[in-house]
């Protein structure tokens, strides 16, 4: 499993070196709308429905503002905005590298 060996805030991004040497930047408002939470993504029930969350996908002058390693699988960072509450599994950072 890949994981981030160095994590850096500069300016409006933070930028991951990965044990495998590849490097990924997130800008901090595309990292905050893509925030694996459920105050973003909402909760399913058990039929499936979403509850809760919202659509929103642009958070212009959002930044993050800290960062902390969450056990051996995921980073959890602290927003301008306050959000502080997703946990980013390295694979699903991973994910959005690949999408960004």
Same mark, same amino acid.
């Given at each position: 499993?890949?994981? #981030? *060996?160095?994590?850096?805030?500069?300016?409006?991004? *933070?930028?991951l070196r990965w044990s495998d040497g590849r490097e990924t930047y997130f800008p901090?408002?595309?990292l905050r709308a893509a925030s694996p939470?459920?105050? $973003?993504?909402g909760e399913r029930d058990i039929? !499936?429905?979403?509850? !809760? !969350?919202?659509e929103r996908r642009d958070? #212009? !002058?959002v930044t993050? $503002?800290?960062?902390?390693r969450v056990g051996n699988y995921a980073l959890r960072f602290d927003f301008s905005d306050g959000h502080r509450?997703?946990?980013?599994s390295y694979e699903y950072l991973l994910q959005l590298a690949d999408q960004m």
């Open positions: 499993m890949l994981t #981030p *060996v160095d994590v850096q805030i500069i300016g409006s991004e *933070v930028a901090s408002g595309r939470s459920a105050e $973003t993504q039929l !499936g429905q979403r509850h !809760g !969350g919202h958070f #212009p !002058g993050v $503002t800290g960062w902390e509450t997703g946990l980013y």
